[in-house]
């Protein structure tokens, strides 16, 4: 209401200047999505799925660096479900990343608002159900974050950009998989491999002849890794994460569960239909599927063999996970090259070790990091912090080194100091290929190799061009090395992608912290954020 004595003109100066103020703010996004259960026959069984807005998979996310998303998601299921953003890392604002360790979640029949802001990243990412087994039944879907008219984008516009989703799938409905799991037992070997939900030959994409696409590749599965690739044609990567790389061309991709490619493909083949082809990688049995590319003016079924990709061979993905670096000369969200940030000239502040293992607790499977296998609790962690509430986590619940203990339970939480400048290494000593993910944050991977790391490991480093992503695989009986620039407070994720192990305790949570109380480095925690366990009933802010 305008105060007294104030002129009409006076009054209007200031509605104007607000509207200059949101004008220049970035702009505003909105999506309203209903999540329901229904029917869906991806393997050719009728199977309960997690449709969004009556979609398997859901819809795309369409936006451009700095945009604003508000999210608001209408849970129509009969339990409690959340959506987390795979590589949105959440700047200064970990309330809304989506998985029990940060945010409610929300409770059957109820809504809840995502307040998101894609700042400063570009690039191809997915959204997932993150809590219960709800990812084995659908509710996923693709995210690109395209780059500001302004920006320099290393490579002409596509005629079209396609999101291509894919990953391995079960026939069991996700409450079966998950009393597995609840029982202490392992899940089976899935029983097929989907393309945007699809079977085999289920998917289709249309294209011109003589024209350069965009296909974005995202690996949703559950465990495996999946090679890709298109018949008679060859792929140019251009983009891993938010990170526009160095252009190599590849016939073939190992794409790790959890991770995201983005390739350039040119329609440069005789006029018909070819096939796109994922299957398993080091796996006896191996799985695949297939999807159609057709060209716009075929009138040629696909035909021949389905072109063979590689099974079994590591140092094959190894060579080719070496060869994957950032393109140093090109912009990334910000004009500026992504190269002039040096960080292989950086002093590392901290070195954290971090073994996976596997075990009986209790007489049930578990999986842990440096001995402790996590456990939730019904008070989301960034909650306790925020509200001070005691006896909900400990800082430093897990150690930075394996210490060799026998495993056991714990809500294992790692203390981190904003601001420093760490190194991870991520050792595997099982005989399956792993894939972390770290919440919040993009990192280098800096080196990976077979063995045991050592400190002389670091001679192997690439300390000029490795490229930055948010998820990385580690090798059987090998090691990964990242650097990480600890510049985003709250309380972030780190996990197993192969998702029965990261339910099974395979995560823990760093909580890089800051005693500096300013908006400058975290954001309030939302007017709306929804308080559950022993945050319930606790004041958030004043609408």
């Avoid at 983009?239 to 040119?266: F, K």
Wanted: proline share 6%.
């Amino acid at each position: 209401m305008m105060r007294k004595g104030w002129s009409f003109w006076q009054g209007y100066v200031v509605l104007l200047a607000l509207a200059v103020v949101v004008k220049a703010e970035s702009p505003y996004r909105f999506f309203d999505w209903n999540v329901t259960y229904g029917d869906i026959f991806p393997l050719g069984v009728r199977q309960q799925g997690i449709l969004i807005n009556g979609q398997f998979p859901g819809p795309d996310i369409y936006s451009v660096t700095n945009d604003n998303l508000i999210i608001n998601v209408h849970n129509n299921l009969d339990e409690p479900f959340l959506l987390s953003w795979n590589g949105l890392q959440q700047r200064r604002n970990s309330y809304e990343d989506g998985v029990s360790g940060t945010t409610c979640p929300i409770p059957p029949g109820k809504n809840f608002t995502y307040i998101l802001q894609v700042k400063d990243q570009i690039g191809s990412f997915f959204y997932f159900p993150s809590l219960a087994f709800h990812k084995a039944a659908g509710g996923f879907g693709g995210i690109r974050v395209l780059s500001r008219p302004r920006i320099p984008v290393p490579f002409p516009d596509p005629a079209g950009d396609f999101t291509l989703l894919i990953g391995d799938w079960f026939k069991n409905d996700h409450r079966q998989l998950k009393a597995m799991l609840d029982g202490g037992h392992k899940l089976p070997f899935p029983d097929g491999i989907l393309i945007n939900g699809h079977g085999p030959n289920g998917a289709s994409f249309t294209v011109e002849q003589g024209k350069t696409y965009r296909f974005r590749i995202s690996n949703v599965g559950l465990q495996n890794s999946l090679n890709f690739r298109i018949q008679g044609h060859k792929m140019k990567l251009v983009e891993v994460e938010g990170t526009h790389t160095v252009q190599t061309i590849y016939e073939s991709l190992d794409v790790h569960v959890g991770q995201s490619y983005s390739v350039l493909v040119t329609m440069d083949q005789a006029a018909q239909d070819f096939y796109i082809v994922a299957s398993t990688r080091f796996t006896d049995n191996i799985l695949s599927t297939t999807a159609t590319l057709h060209y716009s003016n075929s009138n040629k079924a696909v035909s021949g063999p389905i072109p063979a990709g590689p099974t079994d061979q590591i140092d094959w993905s190894l060579n080719q996970a070496r060869s994957i670096r950032t393109n140093l000369t090109a912009s990334g969200p910000r004009p500026n090259p992504q190269g002039s940030y040096h960080y292989g000239l950086i002093n590392i502040t901290r070195t954290i070790k971090l073994v996976s293992s596997a075990a009986q607790v209790n007489g049930k499977q578990r999986y842990a990091i440096n001995s402790v296998s996590f456990v939730p609790t019904d008070t989301p962690l960034k909650l306790a912090d925020y509200f001070k509430i005691g006896g909900v986590f400990r800082v430093g619940s897990i150690p930075d080194n394996p210490t060799g203990q026998t495993m056991y339970l714990d809500t294992s939480v790692m203390g981190a100091d904003y601001r420093a400048f760490v190194e991870i290494v991520f050792e595997n000593h099982e005989n399956i290929v792993q894939t972390w993910h770290i919440d919040g944050y993009a990192f280098w991977v800096v080196g990976m190799n077979g063995g045991v790391w050592s400190p002389n490991s670091r001679e192997e480093y690439n300390l000029r061009d490795a490229v930055s992503r948010s998820t990385t695989q580690v090798y059987p009986k090998s090691w990964t090395a990242i650097y990480m620039a600890l510049d985003n407070v709250g309380m972030w994720n780190v996990r197993s992608e192969f998702w029965a192990r990261q339910y099974l305790g395979q995560q823990f949570y760093l909580r890089v912290y800051t005693p500096v109380n300013s908006l400058r480095d975290e954001y309030l925690i939302p007017k709306n954020a929804l308080l559950c366990g022993r945050a319930q009933g606790r004041s958030t802010r004043p609408l």
